[in-house]
């Protein structure tokens, strides 16, 4: 019951979004809104259209994704981690702040909260006499099961 009032909410969010931005509030746009909702974890757009295409009727193109994505990510709706050339993936941005470790061989990425670094980049930041509004921190490198394979094939 608690999802179903939490999407509701959510619901009611973006369609004051989609007015706020002379933008019709259409099937396809409640579509892409459900399934980003119900998504666990991360997405690209892609996997987001894969997932529509295989579970919904409405049929929605790439762009309209795309479109969708792009004005709930400026609404805060959604956050977005950028893979350089390899682009964005998205994930509900209503979700308790974290930071990311992020895997530069499969894109494995990995949440995780840790109090000495919040307070450590408060502290910096106040030594700076710097007012944060948010921060985002990503670590890159290998992951623990692509190390694995790189070492299991030196072996070889």
Do not use: W
């Amino acid at each position: 019951m608690k999802k179903k009032v939490e999407y509701k909410n959510y619901l009611e969010k973006f369609k004051e979004l989609l007015k706020e931005n002379s933008l019709k509030f259409t099937n396809q746009r409640e579509v892409i809104l459900d399934a980003i909702f119900s998504h666990k974890g991360h997405f690209t757009p892609e996997t987001l259209h894969r997932s529509i295409a295989k579970n919904h009727k409405e049929k929605i193109g790439i762009a309209t994704i795309y479109r969708t994505l792009s004005l709930l990510e400026n609404a805060n709706m959604i956050t977005s981690i950028t893979f350089g050339v390899n682009g964005k993936m998205y994930e509900f941005g209503e979700k308790q702040h974290h930071d990311h470790i992020i895997c530069d061989r499969c894109e494995k990425i990995i949440e995780f909260f840790d109090e000495d670094i919040e307070k450590l980049q408060d502290k910096i930041a106040k030594i700076h006499n710097f007012k944060t509004t948010n921060h985002i921190m990503q670590i890159h490198g290998t992951c623990e099961e692509c190390q694995n394979k790189e070492n299991d094939k030196k072996n070889v």
